[in-house]
């Protein structure tokens, strides 16, 4: 939906994505030249993304948690590939340079409408910052298993943003996630550097969610919203695959039968299949055929512009609109001016 509309946010979760998976590489890769490359693609990677939508901004809360994290824990990580660290620094300071000139330059455009939609203001939260908070996280942790946002530019209006199945796993694969960092925590492994690859990656898995979840966590208005939180996409479908993955070795362990993998893979098969069905069922037949998905889009002022080109008076036609939607109608009747 995000990419067929051209919202700049869509390029939330590919810069993100791409970020974490150079960043992975620049640490894994044994050449030391290649580690360079890697570094610098990532630091790259990472300021472009601030080019985008501002809920990508909670990629340097991310950031910094985990390097807490590292820190803590296994610090020997940032003495053996410091020079990477400094060299991806450097590469994302000279891409992000521009953007932070011109911010320095005009602070205003550096919040937006940030601080009018913010949990904090008193003219959103009535007096009532607690329950706001409350009230906001409850519609966030809903919109993946029973209402969505209602825009149809961002989502098919109230639908889950997950499917059943797949909110399933994507559930199952976050309580997983939780529960191994827990087991070890309580068993005072948490600490110890010999675990740390045992935990690290669930620990980065939700981090990545909530850090990515902190916009629209931190917003009142229209709420559930996809795009304040389209930055969770990723990693949703990453726990979803995780649950599949954890079942899938479970059950092959458990049951030693020859045709364990056939069977598997069909079941695989059909949930893909059900779920590529229903997503086309809901954007091809329910949103094709709802007037909401067509007033969204104002589709309206095709028609609109369309009379005002063939009935070609000028001085005795007046159109009303608000300085937003006034561009269609603006562009569409340019060659008759």
């Known amino acids: 939906t995000h990419s067929r509309t051209g919202f700049r946010a869509i390029l939330v979760p590919l810069f993100s ?6 960043a992975y590489l620049a640490f894994k890769e044994i050449s030391a030249k290649k580690r360079v490359v890697f570094a610098v693609l990532s630091g790259m990677v990472l300021a472009l993304g601030f080019y985008t939508y501002p809920s990508y901004r909670a990629i340097i809360l991310i950031i910094l948690a985990l390097s807490a994290v590292i820190l803590l824990i296994k610090r ?7 020079q990477e660290i400094l060299i991806g620094i450097i590469a994302a300071s000279l891409i992000a340079a521009p953007l932070a000139i011109y911010f320095a330059n005009h602070p205003w455009d550096f919040a937006g409408r940030a601080g009018y939609v913010s949990v904090f203001n008193k003219d959103m939260n009535q007096g009532n910052l607690l329950g706001t908070i409350l009230n906001v996280a409850k519609k966030t942790f809903l919109m993946f298993f029973t209402q969505g946002d209602l825009n149809w530019r961002h989502n098919v209006s109230g639908y889950p943003m997950l499917n059943p199945w797949i909110a399933a796993f994507f559930a199952m694969g976050i309580l997983y996630s939780l529960s191994i960092i827990l087991i070890l925590f309580f068993r ?3 600490f110890k550097k010999e675990f740390f690859d045992k935990w690290f ?13 902190g916009p629209e966590l931190m917003t009142v208005e229209s709420i559930p919203h996809g795009l304040r939180a389209i930055g969770v996409i990723p990693v949703s479908f990453l ?3 995780l649950a599949i993955d954890v079942i899938w070795k479970e059950i092959e362990s458990r049951l030693k039968l020859r045709h364990i993998p056939i069977i598997l893979n069909c079941i695989l098969v059909f949930i893909v299949g059900i779920d590529i069905s229903y997503n086309y069922y809901l954007y091809f037949k329910v949103s094709a055929e709802s007037p909401g998905f067509y007033y969204a889009y104002r589709s309206d002022l095709t028609i609109v512009s369309n009379y005002l080109n063939q009935r070609n008076i000028k001085e005795k036609t007046y159109l009303i609109l608000d300085a937003y939607s006034v561009q269609t109608p603006e562009f569409l009747t340019a060659s008759q001016n």
Do not use: C, Q
Not at 17 to 22: A, D, G
Not at 203 to 213: A, E, V
């Open 76 to 82: 020997d990580i940032f003495k053996n590939f410091w």
């Open 188 to 190: 005072g492994k948490i």
């Open 17 to 22: 994505t791409l970020f974490f998976y150079l």
């Open 239 to 241: 726990f979803a695959a």
């Open 201 to 213: 990656i669930y620990l980065f898995l939700l981090l990545w969610f909530l850090g990515f979840l």
